[in-house]
């Protein structure tokens, strides 16, 4: 080991010099020990099992797709009236067709059903008109519901002779067919 002295600095006895070297050498063998053996730290990051993978990316994907919906739809498009489509049924009977439509909550007063030859369009509108003068709401959950829908029917149907009936909620509509068609079943040998 070699060592510059300066000017400045006191010459060191023989002992101080054999005492200041022992030291030296026991600090640098703890250091040795100290490297010569890794401790074993734990690991911060958990094993993930590729279900989580799968998860941990499809949670990744829903925010993002929430995103640019809130990015191409505002929330200030709330306050237009909710557009919904009811759930319906169409049958065919033979020499008529029969459509169920849900409507809870409306009233016939509130459908429109136009009918041509060979389609049916259904308008309602159910709900609470809000005059924003008279009160000061702190909470509007109730709103005004309107719907459109079409059906497109596979034969034309007599427009005259349709009849529609409302009960419970449930639209029926009897769309009877200009010329029906007849059907054959068909034995396989």
Sequence with gaps: MYRRVFMSEKKKTAEEEAASKKT???ITKKKQSAISKPQKKPSVVAPTAPLDLYQAFDDTFERFRNDFEDLLFPSTWALMPETRVP??????????????????????ENIEIDVQD??????GEVGWKYDRKEHEYLCKERA???FYRTVDLPEEIKVDEVTANLTEGLLE?????????????????
């Excluded at 759930?87 to 016939?108: H, I, Q, S, Y």
């Excluded at 060979?118 to 308008?123: L, M």
């Excluded at 068609?181 to 034995?187: A, D, I, L, N, S």
Aim: charged residues 40%; glycine residues 4%; proline residues 6%.
């Design 24 to 26: 030296e050498l026991s």
């Design 87 to 108: 759930a319906m049924d169409l049958e065919d009977r033979g020499k008529d067709f029969f459509l169920k439509v849900e409507m809870p909550g409306f009233k016939k």
């Design 118 to 123: 060979d389609f049916v369009a259904i308008t």
């Design 144 to 146: 005004c519901k309107t």
């Design 173 to 189: 509509i009897t769309l009877p067919k200009k010329t029906p068609k007849q059907k054959r079943k068909v034995k396989v040998a």
